[in-house]
């Protein structure tokens, strides 16, 4: 075992309950936080036991679950007077687990007590409980560690050492933690939590209180476009929202809460207490105020790409959807080409490029040649992909980007979906946890985000993302790309919110760059070139006519063939008893759909039989067909039916029988 996997499981074995937190650092590496710290020795082995683990800082949650309390001593924020004036005040620290840590401070860890909250007790004394937790040995931060004082270690670390227990509070110390804990909420709140005043000097004041608290102009941005459209009756123009975070996010924090071990649920909940007091979460508007204030799309690309929310680019291989992306993202990063002609928000554009580096470079290259541009440097490219579903990659993302920024990003592009996710494309679950991933991304920077993705294999997915429909679900628009025979069409297949533009045209064209290769040859790149609509000569329509008759008639076999994978998942279902999932759709496992297939198809071969079972087995195979029809998605140990007409008519049936 590593040193972190060692050390975490020793702290679990005494029933705390521990949690991964990023390596070199005090942000939890899970989505939840300290609600996802455990004392599973399982669970524990898969966070620290990899090499990557074995980076991780270890965390530990406070409060009933782990029966524990820590006292945070922060020596920057004067924690080391305040402790002294304390033990003066309330008597001396009994003797417990001490910690050293790596700001210089100190943790004393005691039994938990009913009744005992987190609670700020003096300037740099914290009352770590419930919904907290504290950062421990052997984590390190910027070179410094953690450790546990050596007559005080509650785990051992060497042979034979000697471990000590929790304290018990002291009564003394119990009635002034009690009595600090602050009962009254907030007051000034207006009693249905709209601001119909002065608008502007409401948010700007929420403004100020987060930034006081070390939130980012990003941070305070994202919470003020939601404030704005939940709290102020009659909301602000985007442009003077942004305007108002920009502004505050000048003046200097009073300190971060964020990056305190100490963050926890309750922080959260005190940082935000002023703006939820009293507030209903659902409320009416009388529709007189929307005539008020126009509420216009704001656009990155006019007509395209909306200013906030995700965008889909899809098509088959090679049609070109890398190319477009790429156009549109260097027009974004550069001073003056608008994309196509259209009015284009110019600004930083983050690229994170899931294929090769070089390539790309070629493209890129070949897209300043084109236009006459010599200065990218708001174009900002990824050396590789990450699996943006895994805990810590979003932070590594942001990270990436504050090293090289301190501008508003513009656009985030994401090529592709496939090379950015370690999950499952056809599980729900799996693509609203990657979608969770990227929405926090488009908040953090505060920018639209484009996914590349592929459409399915089979003739009937390919106008359409391939994998679960949770994808077409979770985005504002989406751009289908298709190319027949070197003509490329850039259509429009969904807009939430505005009226879907007219197609663009365009073909793949070949530049030559200013390099040469070791024989002294010219190398060349390629761009998107937008072109007029295509005509079709009469040769073409007739082998469009040809293709589309042959299409049809691939058509009626694969739906035919549908017809009986759909009737064989269904039989099976009211044979295994019609399950139902946790969302109440038709549900088969795995294995008795094996069971189904084995009794009544006689003429399957049990390999036959395996390779239907199989999503990977080629098109014309049960499973893979099912799912790339969308009928069906990945659930646990088997399938279900996602397709909501056929669920409801499986249902409706069952009811019956």
């Not at 974004?332 to 899931?354: E, I, M, N, P, Q």
């Not at 395996?610 to 499973?623: D, F, N, P, R, Y």
Request: glycine share 8%; charged share 25%.
């Amino acid at each position: 075992m590593n040193e972190v996997l060692e050390a975490a499981l020793s702290y679990a074995r005494r029933g705390w309950r521990v949690l991964p937190v990023v390596e070199g650092g005090k942000v939890p590496a899970t989505l939840h936080g300290v609600k996802d710290a455990t004392d599973n020795e399982d669970k524990i082995r898969a966070w620290f036991g990899t090499e990557r683990g074995s980076r991780l800082n270890i965390g530990i949650a406070c409060g009933k679950d782990s029966g524990i309390v820590v006292f945070d001593i922060d020596p920057r924020n004067g924690g080391d007077h305040s402790w002294d004036f304390w033990e003066q005040y309330h008597g001396a620290t009994p003797a417990g687990p001490m910690a050293y840590t790596a700001g210089g401070g100190a943790h004393y860890v005691a039994e938990y007590a009913p009744g005992v909250r987190s609670t700020k007790l003096a300037d740099g004394i914290d009352l770590l409980s419930d919904g907290r937790y504290f950062v421990a040995y052997p984590s390190q931060i910027e070179g410094r560690q953690y450790f546990w004082e050596d007559s005080s270690r509650p785990i051992p670390i060497e042979d034979g050492d000697h471990t000590v227990a929790p304290f018990t509070i002291p009564p003394a110390w119990l009635a002034s933690v009690t009595a600090n804990r602050k009962e009254n909420g907030p007051g000034g709140i207006a009693p249905d939590g709209l601001i119909r005043g002065n608008r502007n000097a409401g948010l700007t004041a929420l403004a100020g209180a987060m930034r006081r608290y070390g939130m980012s102009e990003a941070e305070i941005l994202a919470a003020l476009n939601v404030a704005n459209e939940a709290r102020c009756e009659v909301p602000l123009p985007a442009s003077e929202v942004r305007s108002i975070a920009a502004s505050i996010a000048r003046y200097e924090p009073e300190g971060d809460v964020a990056a305190h071990v100490a963050l926890g649920d309750e922080a959260v909940e005190e940082l935000l207490a002023a703006s939820q007091a009293a507030r209903h979460d659902y409320y009416l508007t009388r529709a007189t105020a929307f005539l008020q204030q126009p509420s216009p799309i704001e656009w990155a690309i006019q007509g395209w790409i909306p200013l906030s929310g995700t965008t889909m680019v899809y098509g088959e291989s090679a049609a070109g959807k890398t190319f477009l992306t790429l156009d549109i993202a260097c027009s974004v990063a550069s001073d003056g080409v608008d994309w196509c002609g259209l009015r284009t928000r110019h600004g930083v554009a983050v690229y994170l490029a899931g294929e090769g580096n070089f390539g790309l470079r070629q493209r890129i290259a070949a897209w300043a040649t084109k236009h006459g541009v010599t200065n990218l440097d708001r174009m900002l490219v990824s050396n590789r992909a990450l699996d943006l579903d895994d805990p810590d990659a979003v932070a590594q993302v942001l990270r990436a980007v504050s090293d090289l920024t301190n501008e508003q990003v513009t656009l985030c592009v994401i090529d592709t979906v496939n090379n950015h996710m370690a999950g499952d494309e056809n599980s729900a679950r799996d693509v609203r946890a990657l979608f969770g991933a990227v929405n926090t991304v488009a908040a953090a920077l505060s920018c639209p985000v484009i996914l590349n993705h592929h459409v399915g294999n089979s003739q009937e997915a390919r106008t359409r993302a391939r994998g679960s429909s949770a994808f077409k679900a979770s985005l504002d628009s989406s751009i289908l790309v298709t190319n027949k025979r070197g003509a490329i069409t850039v259509s429009c297949a969904k807009m939430k919110d505005g009226p879907a533009p007219e197609p663009l045209y365009g073909r793949i064209e070949s530049v030559e760059l200013p390099w040469r290769d070791d024989d002294g040859v010219a190398i060349t790149g390629a761009v998107w070139s937008q072109t007029a609509e295509p005509e079709e000569t009469p040769d073409e329509e007739a082998q469009e006519r040809r293709e589309q008759a042959r299409e049809e008639r691939r058509d009626r076999r694969s739906n035919d063939r549908l017809e009986k994978w759909r009737s064989f998942f269904e039989r099976a279902w009211f044979n295994s008893g019609c399950p139902l999932d946790a969302e109440r759709a038709p549900y088969v496992t795995k294995v008795a759909l094996r069971d189904w297939l084995t009794a009544n198809q006689r003429n399957m071969k049990a390999s036959t039989i395996e390779q239907h079972l199989k999503a990977s087995a080629k098109e014309g195979t049960m499973i893979r067909d099912l799912l790339d029809s969308s009928y069906i998605e990945y659930d646990t140990n088997g399938w279900s039916v996602c397709d909501p007409i056929h669920a409801s008519a499986l249902i409706a049936a069952m009811d019956e029988r």
